[in-house]
């Protein structure tokens, strides 16, 4: 598929203007970098802060999951709309209220009284969180020639690790000596800098062939498809995946879905144009950022619990000793950018997966006393694995789409995110619960330790499967210790299951990176190339 589009109108300063701070590709980065810190800072931060927002505000654990499913909600269902706001009046535009409803978002829910403001305003963070996310890449596709491209998609890459491996040591920090409060007021200053460097350095491109009109129900079927497969695979674990809620809500996704995609082509400016998707690239950069981030957030899903639960580290040890896995993204992706422009992604992107399969495999051998070199090795490896995976697929999906879809693109890459993120924890942890099932009563039995009733069994699995150990109040140490060595065998067994399992997705995903290949599009964007 390629476009005819010779360059994106650009509505702001005159050219004079621009040869100074207003659209200069690589000061265009550093305001996007801002804006995205805090956002993806924000996502893992707030997971520390979540015990001390349950005691402090008396909230059960379905109120403090809401602080998280809230959000991710918001985010996932909004996503590609707010691509296409973008598209339609300007990327520069909906990234500035994004980074302004995200920053006020946050002080809203440091000065909340109630788990349920915090709640609330959790959900509108997402949906601000899913303007500024598509606006960020739809600015840079604009803003950077194709050549030059990868390696903004590389820096923009080095953010995100970089913010993400601050956010559990950050959010510790100032739990523990500050308020879960600060937590959130912190986006405040950061969005204040964002805003600001938004205002003078964001340049606004739109395509001249730019969308003209809304396709409101094709927003509303397709919010309605995502919402209702995201909140089936949140609630899977707790309802069960052959429980009728659950089946429900999934085939009321399938159903909204193919009506969607029904409705797509009958209206003259539908929210995604089906054709993009004939782009075999394009479609196969969608499906490898969904395995991808099955693998990837699924499985360290249960690294934060091998951790702080069968470790016993605290959360911001655990942080420090998730360095090498964020440390390889922040160092490989800028290298990642610049090998795809020299020989294409689709060399870096097999061979990211096949690192991040290896290092899938090698976390499967994991045990209770594995050392923190070994454990760092493994991390390592699938940071460096994950690099160009993430940059690579990102191009493929952007570049591959028309300059005047470059909004619904990122946020098409951005929903594969979280729609594969959200598929990775569902299944993995069915998985493990399934193993931890199948072994616990054995191992308890086979220790030695006196018999537990059904109901029993049942509570001390759940809290296994996080890697707890039913221990009771007042057991002798020697019981204790017994109780602990079963716990943590049985959970780091459904832990190895579990990783095989990503393994095998992240080799699958490796098999579809072979069908990727540079954007044909990308040389739309080449508007700013006197800048570089």
Known sequence: MTSQITLAKETGPDPAARAGLRGHPWLTLFAVAVGVMMVTLDGTIVAVANPAIQKDLGASLAEVQWITNGYLLALAVSLITAGKLGDRFGHRQTFLIGIAGFALSSAAIGL??????????????GLFGALLMPAALGLLRATFPAEKLNMAIGIWGMVIGASTAAGPI????????VSWESVFFVNVPVGVIALVLGLVILLDHRAENA????????????????????????KAAEWGWGDTKTLLFLGASVLCFVLFAVWETQVSEPLIPLGMFRSLPLSAGTVLMVLMAFAFMGG?????????????????????????????MIVGSPLAGAAITKVGPRIPLVAGMVATAAACFGMARLT?????????????????????????????????APLELSGVAGGLQQAAMQVGGSLGTAVLGAVMAADVSDTFGDNWQGAGLPPLTPEQLELAEKGVQVGIAPVPPGAPEQVAQTIAGVAHDTFVSGMSTAFTCAAVVAALAAVVACFTKRGQNAEAGAGAAAHI
């Open 211 to 234: 969308p003209r009109s809304f396709d409101l129900p094709g927003i509303v079927l397709l919010s309605a498809a995502m919402f209702s497969l995201i909140w089936a695979l949140i």
């Open 170 to 177: 950050v959010g510790g920090l100032l739990v523990e000596h």
């Open 368 to 400: 209770p006393g594995t050392g923190t070199l070994t454990m760092s090795l493994w991390f390592a490896l699938l940071g460096l694995g994950l690099a160009p995976v993430m940059v690579g697929a990102t191009e493929v999906i952007v570049g591959n």
């Open 300 to 328: 360290l899903f249960f690294v934060t619990f091998y951790l702080q639960n069968v470790h016993g580290m605290s959360p911001v040890d655990s942080g420090l000793h998730l360095l090498p896995l964020t440390g390889m």
């Open 112 to 125: 909340s009284t109630g788990v349920g403001l915090v709640i609330g305003f959790r959900v509108a963070q």
